[in-house]
């Protein structure tokens, strides 16, 4: 997959500090001036390039973002609440940061005439009745999370229409990497913690439900993708077309790390989706999307940072650029 450079841009990355967002910075910073505005309610400031100008606020915050905003050619808009659970506990507080929040981001993108790139999710899909899921596939949230992210993306797709404004949303599936952490941080990262401190790899349910994880660094393709493409005004998924079980999953990461621990099963995850895949035909045909890194190099990859003592975030991106 080539991908079209990005460059002499400034470039606003909400949610810098975070798991995508601050790979996305590492990937853009060489050759553009970049911002990132972060609160830093899970990303780490340690996460944040040295080269890009931090602003630490919140993107609900007027102030903060007119400062991350002026100027801007191009934003790509990561910071988001992603914990579906906290939006079922507050679906008013979650609405405030992924959905008011957003939608006066892109009236000030409208207004420095700024292309937007906007993170949007599988999650939007819910429990589809057919897989692969495409696009055009029926959106039935299941979570506020969903609906927030829903209306985001529909909200893209009609500020294309109707303000010429260069928007695309991209849905991601089940992302995984280096620097995904906290309480809330996707299966991968959670199995590899268990491995590592000789703990349990603890199953929800039977283990036969099925995901598609896809790489951060085909994430942040994706995203180069968008930035330049002329296709918008449009939503793509972003997985890599294949799925894999939990038990699978599992006992590639005990086979990746060499952990002596047992696998475990426990409750089924209330509401837990049974299935999903992404149908990414429209990325490849429309953006030149391509994923790159299997799952099994991906975990490989992770399990061999994770026994590294140190920054290990910073030791990927010396070692891949
Ligand atoms: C993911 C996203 C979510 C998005 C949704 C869209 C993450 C962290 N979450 O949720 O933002 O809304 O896709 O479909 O990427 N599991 C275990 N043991 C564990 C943890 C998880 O068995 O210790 C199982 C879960 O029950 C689930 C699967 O692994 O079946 C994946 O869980 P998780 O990584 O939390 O992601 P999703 O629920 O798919």
Do not use: W
């Amino acid at each position: 997959m080539t991908v079209p450079p990005v460059h002499d841009r400034t470039v606003l990355v909400t949610g810098g500090a975070g798991f995508v967002g601050s790979h996305l910075v590492d990937a853009l910073v060489e050759e553009n001036e970049v911002r990132v505005l972060d609160d830093l309610s899970t990303g780490e400031c340690t996460h944040v390039h040295d080269d890009a100008t931090f602003i630490e606020g919140s993107v609900s915050d007027p102030s903060f973002r007119d400062r991350a905003m002026a100027g801007v050619d191009l934003v790509f808009h990561e910071a988001a609440i992603v914990d579906v659970p906290e939006s079922v506990e507050n679906p008013r507080g979650t609405h405030r940061v992924n959905l008011e929040a957003s939608l006066d981001l892109l009236e000030d993108a409208r207004r420095e005439d700024a292309r937007v790139v906007l993170a949007s999710s599988a999650a939007i899909y819910g429990h589809p009745e057919a897989l692969p899921v495409t696009e055009s596939t029926v959106s039935e949230p299941t979570s506020p999370y969903g609906v927030q992210k829903l209306a985001l993306d529909r909200y893209a797709r009609v500020y294309a229409a109707l303000y010429d404004l260069p928007t695309v949303a991209l849905r991601y599936f089940n992302v995984y990497g280096p620097r995904q952490r906290g309480p809330y941080s996707g299966v991968i990262s959670t199995f590899l913690e268990q491995a590592g401190a000789g703990q349990p790899i603890t199953i929800e349910g039977d283990g036969e439900q099925t995901r598609d994880f896809v790489h951060v660094r085909d994430v942040v393709r994706a995203n180069l993708l968008a930035a330049t493409t002329e296709h918008v005004g449009e939503a793509y998924n972003v997985g890599t077309g294949d799925s894999t079980t939990i038990r699978e999953l599992a006992e590639t990461i005990r086979d990746a790390t060499g952990a002596d621990v047992p696998i475990v099963h426990r409750e089924p995850r209330e509401g837990d989706v049974r299935h999903s895949r992404a149908d990414v035909s429209k990325a490849r045909d429309r953006l030149g999307f391509e994923p790159t890194i299997d799952l099994e190099s991906g975990i490989r990859d992770l399990a061999g940072r994770e026994s590294l003592e140190g920054d290990v975030s910073s030791a990927i991106h010396d070692r891949r650029g």
